[in-house]
């Protein structure tokens, strides 16, 4: 597609249930992002794939949090047993790379609300 | 110290006011960065990588400084569409590593 795509765009689940995220970006771009803003914050990072490479999983807050990509275009986040304090939007981006002007392209996100 | 700091705001300017925004980076070993923005309950867009030789979209100007790690926006003639939060976005790359930081974001609210 155009654009980096997400799905679903909107979930709600009861805490404790395992939720899955899905983020399909632009064709071709190889280095994919997974973000979450929480109302009114600023962006936290999660995890990063580049190519073939080994993810960086820096940002994962717990290891309830677990993402993959396969085939180096569809991500999946997971988050397993979920909880209240997960409830934020979960943002994907993607990029051709990371050299100078090569920008990043957000999908519209997935709003997580734990109940 | 945060990797990416940013003037806190928010601002508040007059409609064709012209307002100037500032972000700092730590590590010096940061190679591409982006001004974003940032509309209410949407997902951040880009709005203009930050060149080396500094570069001009419109009435949007973008400057880099390695000297001093910082990069600035600055807005002429502002509208009110222009409200909006502005993030400042850095790409450090490192070994094989890339990472990128967002700045938490300057709130800017433009007035008729």
Known sequence: GAGVSQSPSNKVTEKGKDVELRCDPISGHTALYWYRQSLGQGLEFLIYFQGNSAPDKSGLPSDRFSAERTGGSVSTLTIQRTQQEDSAVYLCASSLGDREGYGYTFGSGTRLTVV | ?112
């Open chain 2, 1 to 112: 110290r945060k990797e990416v700091e940013q003037d806190p705001g928010p601002f508040n300017v007059p409609e064709g006011a012209t307002v100037a925004f500032n972000c700092t980076y730590s590590n010096s070993a940061s190679q591409s960065f982006f001004w974003y923005r940032q509309d209410c309950r949407k997902e951040p867009k880009l709005l203009m990588s930050v060149y080396s030789s500094g570069n001009e979209d419109g009435r949007f100007t973008a400057q880099l400084n390695r000297a001093s790690q910082y990069i600035s926006l600055l807005i002429r003639d502002s509208k009110l569409s222009d409200s909006a939060t502005y993030l400042c976005v850095v790409n450090t790359r490192q070994s094989s590593a890339s990472k990128i930081i967002f700045g938490s974001g300057t709130r800017l609210s433009i007035r008729p």
